[in-house]
């Protein structure tokens, strides 16, 4: 049930020009980006050769790869998820599974694995670029692992956190622009981390770059999983919770 | 035997507005429920409400036995829905669609293909299966939402308005297919069309102001109004001719060859001996027409404001 809900999801997206849109926009920026960090890195290399423990390309390319393509994520997921469920409520869509012998957390799972499908792909392309610096010189593949499955990590907790709030509201556009600022607040409240204090150790715990620049960095410590997977967690509960109380109470 | 469907002193307010009041009623396998109302008498809400899609302020609903709050899986086993705008995704083609649909409640793979061919059959989809939905008409787009309401073969069926935008020729068949799922199962649906209730319904449930305002099977309503008959004669004879006839109890002359004839109560006459008796006369039968109290005229009364005429 879970899968025919999120093949179905896939199925749509990627019949409709959204998906591909959003990937040929991605995929162009992320491409300039890729070009500008190879034009610098062949202008430093000379100098780069000189040095004893010189950054090689996973470095210098790769890691500032994988934070655009996070960076860049960031903006793109809440118009998907905002489809997931708030769409479907002002379309009348979902009264198709809410009429159906289908659970909330089965709803929920298949809604979410049909949008983490999306975002394979997007981790896909960013997988090939990378190694395909492989036809001209060497990756550190240990640390290109780690990046990927930082990168992974952050789409995954973005997406849980788009599906939740878009089962608050059947506007999609205010659950666009809400999924939008809790990411970007995420991704900006370790700005006060650098202020003395308990409460920056707190920010700096909740903020999602913390945890995605160590794994950038090749240290995958069990503590930065266990951040996104509590999110990732959280966010599919809440979720489930929302869509019962939309369905039991008046 | 186990009603289908049954509801139990449903209510539903928004805010402060009361859309449905205490309403309560059974739907039993072989009946064709309607559900009639002017615009906002809370016909759509008590349907969302009995398909799940709208929790109730207070009452309770069974699905073949099944509480809806209490096991709502379960309960919508038996259940299949068209809500008023058909929940169709326009980028999908028909049978993908259906096919969709058919998993969502739980019909196995092998058991797939004919489930949704079948569907495509009773609601007259098969040329159009590979096609887009959005890329259909509105009619077509109907049906295809009626298709998704009985592709799992569900007991009860429910469902919203079901020939809203349909063409004449489509809207005659909706509603034989509707006279067919109501012969092996239970189907409500709402409409303020009249001539459909008295086309496709076995009973019909008057809404106003969300509360239940009248209640009847149409076959009773026929069978107990017909003791009245409209006539028309080529050549009227006199008055008390007409009166002299076995069984009749009234008559008036309505002119220009129309009288209006009633059985007397305490007689056994029914129409047929009543056409036999007025054929072999030489007045020339033209019209014989049972007097109906229509539906539109208790509608009509019902939503003017008199409410006690069940």
Known sequence: MILTIAGRELRSLFFSPLAWSLLAVMQFILAWLFLVQMESFTRIQPRLAGLDDAPGLTDLIVVPLFGNVAIISLLLIPLLSMRLISEELRSGTFSLLLSAPVSATRIILGKYLGLLGMLATILFISTVMALSLLAGGELDLGRLAAGLLGLGLVLAASAAIGLYISTVSDQPAVTAVASYGLLLFLWLINMAAGAEGKGSLLFAWIAMPTHFDRLLSGLVRSSDLIYFILCIGLCLIFAVRRLDSLRTRP | ?310
């Open chain 2, 1 to 310: 035997m186990k009603p289908l469907i049954k509801t139990e002193g449903l209510y539903r307010y928004y805010g402060d507005h009361c859309a449905v009041r205490d309403l309560s009623f059974e739907l039993y396998p072989g009946e064709v429920l309607g559900l009639l109302g002017p615009n906002g008498a809370g016909k759509s809400s008590t349907l969302r409400m009995i398909a799940g899609n709208l929790a109730p302020s207070a009452g309770r609903v069974w699905l073949d036995g099944v509480d809806l709050q209490s096991n709502p899986i379960e309960a919508k086993r038996a259940l299949g829905y068209l809500p008023e705008n058909p929940p169709l995704y326009p980028e999908l083609t028909v049978d993908e669609y259906l096919h969709y649909c058919a998993r969502l409640h739980c019909v196995t793979r092998d058991l797939l293909a004919v489930a949704v061919s079948d569907a495509k059959a009773r609601c007259g989809l098969d040329d159009v299966g590979q096609r887009l939905i959005g890329n259909l008409s509105k009619g077509y787009q109907q049906r295809v939402g009626i298709a998704q309401a009985i592709v799992h073969n569900p007991k009860v069926v429910i469902l919203d308005e079901p020939t809203v935008g349909l063409d004449p020729i489509q809207i005659r068949e909706i509603r034989s297919l509707i006279s067919d799922l109501g012969s092996e199962r239970g189907v409500v649906l709402s409409t303020h069309i009249l001539p459909e209730v008295q086309a496709t319904c076995s009973r019909v449930l008057i809404l106003h102001h969300g509360e239940q305002a009248y209640a009847s099977s149409l076959q009773h309503e026929y069978s107990s109004l017909s003791r009245c008959f409209l006539i028309r004669l080529a050549q009227p004879p006199a008055l008390e001719a007409i009166h002299a006839l076995p069984g009749i109890g009234h008559v008036d002359q309505l002119g220009q060859g129309h009288y209006r004839l009633c059985l007397a109560d305490e007689v056994e006459c029914s129409a047929n001996k009543l056409i036999e008796q007025l054929v072999q006369t030489d007045w020339g039968l033209e019209e014989f027409v049972p007097e109906q109290q229509g539906l539109e005229q208790i509608f009509v009364r019902i939503t003017a404001g008199e409410q006690n005429i069940s």
